[in-house]
């Protein structure tokens, strides 16, 4: 069974860093675009960061864009978010996601596989 897990979620301080971790398995994900979605309370699901199969390429959204970075390491079947200068406003459920597409991930409304989510809070 297809699963992505993810962890490294928690409390943090304005201006502290977590790094996020989203674990593969039941199958290889080193063909699909793989991203970070996030969900604050009262707000829409947001689309965050992704990155194509290979690492050649990646998306990320002006709210992170010079603060968080999206790795992976296909050996490993992870995909990795570092989060750096955290925000209060950064406090959400925070998604993996994959898509055998990059249109898919970055534009579709229906991603092919999703984690369960992990909670970052940072207190201000």
């Known amino acids: 069974q297809e699963q992505l897990v993810e962890s490294g979620g928690g409390l943090v301080q304005a201006g502290g860093s977590l790094r996020l971790s989203c674990a593969a398995s039941?199958?290889?994900?080193?063909?699909?675009?793989m991203g970070w979605f996030r969900q604050a309370p009262g707000k829409e699901r947001e689309f965050i960061t992704g990155i194509s199969w290979n690492g050649g390429r990646t998306y990320y959204a002006g709210s992170v864009k010079g603060r968080f970075t999206i790795s992976r390491d296909n050996a490993k079947n992870t995909v990795f978010l570092q989060m750096n200068s955290l925000k209060p406003e950064d406090t959400a459920v925070y998604y993996c996601?994959?898509?055998?597409?990059?249109?898919?991930?970055?534009?579709?409304?229906?991603?092919?596989?999703w984690g369960q989510g992990t909670q970052v809070t940072v207190s201000s």
């Open positions: 996601a994959a898509d055998r597409a990059w249109n898919g991930l970055v534009f579709g409304t229906s991603q092919d596989y």
């Open positions: 039941g199958r290889t994900f080193s063909s699909y675009a």
